[in-house]
């Protein structure tokens, strides 16, 4: 049972949780846990019961002697602040939410589409080799792409000269250094470019079907590959 308490000259009835929350005790909380209810405590209530003390506070301080309330207040500040990081985070949440429902649209429209993504294989069937590329973080003086096959022996090495930054699609017509067309099945690809004859990333791409979309375990769309592999949607560097 809530109990009021009379205060100030004009006789001003201030609530028990009222004075509790100013007296810093926990009478209220002793006695909601025995009826089995419990209080406000959201930021919400808690900006109620200050407005409340604030209110009653003034009405009830001596005009020619009046209260310090920057305390008060200060804490109100503190209130008001928390209870807008609360609002903000629900908002980010949400948005997050949005944009992850629009990367399965995104990625849903894939489905059915040849695209680039980091690999190292490259297929060959009836004498023609699947699509593969090489992607650059710097412009490079000269790239070449080392082919192995299934046994790690080089087959093939292309040289593609001078290149830009970003992503190369490469054309090969499967044949090995003498000209010969190599048999059907999986070849390993590596790529290597240098800069002033120095060493630079090269990253190969191998290209592969999207079979259909996933979610990943950190909540982005993933990309099932006809190859096997599953990629994010922001590792497809191209789209054939």
């Known amino acids: 049972m809530t109990t009021n308490t009379t205060i100030g000259s004009n006789g001003t009835n201030v609530s028990q949780t009222l004075l509790d929350t100013m007296n810093g005790t926990n009478s209220a909380s002793s006695s909601t846990s025995s009826t089995g209810s419990t ?3 959201s930021a919400t209530d808690l900006q109620n019961t200050f407005l409340q003390l604030l209110v009653a506070q003034l009405k009830n301080q001596d005009p020619t002697n009046p209260m310090d309330s920057s305390q008060m207040t200060s804490q109100l500040a503190q209130i008001n602040t928390v209870s807008g990081i609360s609002q903000l985070n629900t908002t980010l949440t949400s948005l997050a939410t949005q944009m992850s429902a629009g990367q399965q649209s995104q990625a849903a429209l894939l489905i059915g589409s040849t695209v680039l993504a980091p690999g190292s294989s490259v297929s060959v069937a009836s004498g023609k080799a699947g699509a593969f590329g090489v992607q650059l973080a710097n412009p490079v003086g000269d790239l070449q792409v080392v082919v192995k096959n299934s046994s790690g022996q080089i087959v093939s090495t292309l040289d593609l000269g001078k290149q830009s930054a970003g992503t190369i699609p490469v054309g090969w017509t499967p044949t090995d250094s003498a000209g010969n067309a190599l048999p059907d099945g999986t070849y390993t690809i590596s790529a290597v470019g240098t ?24 909540g982005t769309p993933g990309l099932v590959l006809s190859n096997g592999s599953t990629v994010g949607l922001t590792s497809v560097a191209a789209i054939l």
């Open 195 to 218: 800069i002033n004859g120095q060493q630079a990333t090269a990253t190969t791409l191998t290209g592969a079907t999207v079979q259909s979309v996933v979610m990943q375990a950190n």
């Open 39 to 41: 209080s406000g405590t």
